[in-house]
């Protein structure tokens, strides 16, 4: 099923299908994602499939809130406030430290569709670009599933992402700023939004 972002139901049609335990296509500010929720294991196991992904790259968590990401288990810390203060909503994903020893990638994008679909779900989910592994990401929805192993339930169409750059990716477990993917937000930036706080 694909539509258009603009569509009136667009935001329900899309939580009802993530609810019902389906795999959506979505747009992001920086690229076209893979989304499922981020408590349903056999989603995340599609995403993996259509992606032909190695099962030891990780999805990251998409969230409204550093709240919301709370109730699924991340654990909240200086950097992680500082840092989702400087630049969340936006191009950044934070490696964090998670209950159980784990750890994961948080990012509360800025796309108001998407938060919109987050706010009405009131609960995170996995994510990761929409592309075949190995293949560019997708910057508009023609391209968000044309390479892919198999069929998304939602394809939601809103027109080429407005960064079209994957977002930063940083890690600041054990308290130490590492960059893991340089991209639209610099280091120094990082760097300045940690001695801010």
Not at 13 to 27: E, F, T
Not at 52 to 71: I, N
Not at 166 to 194: F, K, M, Q
């Amino acid at each position: 099923m694909q539509f258009s972002s603009n569509a009136d139901d667009a935001v329900s049609q899309v939580v009802r299908c993530l609810r019902n335990g389906g795999v959506a296509a979505l747009p992001t500010e920086t690229v076209y994602g893979l989304m499922t929720l981020w408590r349903n294991a056999a989603g995340r196991e599609r995403i993996y499939e259509l992606k032909q992904r190695p099962a030891d790259k990780r999805l990251q968590m998409l969230a409204a809130s550093v709240a919301m990401a709370g109730q699924a288990g991340v654990i909240e810390s200086a950097a992680l406030r500082a840092l989702g203060k400087a630049f969340w909503p936006g191009p950044l994903t934070v490696v964090v430290e998670a209950a159980g020893g784990e750890t994961i990638g948080l990012r509360v994008p800025r796309h108001g569709f998407l938060l919109a679909v987050l706010a009405e779900l009131g609960e995170p989910l996995a994510a990761t670009s929409a592309n075949l592994t190995g293949q560019p990401p997708a910057l508009e929805a023609a391209t968000a599933t044309a390479g892919l192993a198999g069929e998304v339930d939602v394809l939601v169409d809103g027109g080429t992402v407005e960064v079209g750059e994957a977002s930063t990716v940083v890690s600041v477990v054990g308290g130490e700023l590492r960059i893991l993917r340089p991209g639209p937000i610099t280091e120094a930036e990082l760097r300045a939004a940690l001695v801010a706080e």
